[in-house]
Nanobody, 121 residues
């Protein structure tokens, strides 16, 4: 079983910055990808950014140039540095990890509980 714990959310003014963290714990063999998604009230959950094998990154167009995803493999942690925040970035941000429990097992998706980000003056 894998647990994902997010932190770093909060209230920030437009144009401000926040850094989210997500740490995976438990018993597992390997983390393949970690990602951040978000869900605003009344909207579907959407992918924000993903990091694959701790190296390759991909961003949604609406955060390119403003958000940066990075990983610390030794700490099983992924970060999302958010800058130039806009009111439309307000959402609950969720961490997701694709994790193998054994060397030959298919990765399984785990989700964190979410952390609220509110961008408002």
């Amino acid at each position: 079983q894998v647990q994902l714990v997010e932190s770093g959310g909060g209230l920030v003014q437009p144009g401000g910055s926040l850094r989210l963290s997500c740490t995976a714990s438990g018993s597992f063999f390997r983390i393949h990808t970690m990602a951040w998604s978000r869900q605003a009230p009344g909207k579907a959950r959407e992918l924000v950014a993903v990091i694959i094998n701790g190296t390759y990154t991909h961003y949604a167009d609406f955060v390119k140039g403003r958000f940066t995803i990075s990983g610390d493999n030794a700490q099983n942690t992924v970060y999302l540095q958010m800058t130039s925040l806009k009111p439309e970035d307000t959402a609950v941000y969720y961490c997701k990890a694709d994790v193998s429990s054994r060397p030959s097992s298919i990765p399984y998706n785990y989700w964190g509980q979410g952390t609220q980000v509110t961008v408002s003056s």
